[in-house]
C-alpha cells in the first residue's frame, strides 16, 4: 500500500513549514498516524515529532451542460500534516 500520496505545496503550507515545521500530505484513506510516520521518515530520513491527520469528504458539483444539469461528486481524501523535530527539514524542490 501506498501511504504518501503527494505533497501539498501550497502558500499556507509553506507558510507554516517556514515557522512552524509542518509539512502536508494527502495519503491514503486507509493509512493510520504511525504508517504515516513511519513513511515519511522512511522516505525523507528526517524524525517526524506529531502527525495530525483530516478527512476531507468528496463536495458535490453541478455544471450546466446542453443535455441538463450534470451532477457529480469529487473523490474523498485524507489529509496528513506532519511536524517535524527542532532542526529536520524536508525539501521537495532538491530532485528537480
Known amino acids: 500500500m501506498d ?3 503527494k505533497p501539498i505545496i501550497t ?3 509553506t507558510a507554516q513549514a517556514e515557522k512552524l515545521n509542518r509539512y502536508g500530505f494527502v495519503v491514503a484513506k486507509e493509512a493510520n ?3 504515516i510516520k513511519a513513511a515519511v521518515e522512511k522516505m525523507y530520513s528526517v524524525k517526524v515529532d ?3 491527520t483530516q478527512q ?3 463536495k458535490v458539483k453541478t455544471r450546466n451542460t446542453t443535455r441538463g444539469v450534470a451532477v457529480g461528486r469529487v473523490n474523498r481524501n485524507k489529509k496528513a500534516i506532519v511536524t517535524l523535530k527542532q ?3 524536508i525539501d ?3 530532485s528537480i
Do not use: D, P, R, T
Open 3 to 5: 501511504i504518501l500520496i
Open 11 to 13: 502558500e499556507k503550507m
Open 33 to 35: 498516524k504511525l504508517e
Open 50 to 52: 506529531s502527525v495530525n
Open 56 to 58: 476531507y469528504v468528496g
Open 87 to 89: 532542526g529536520e527539514v
Open 92 to 94: 521537495f524542490y532538491a
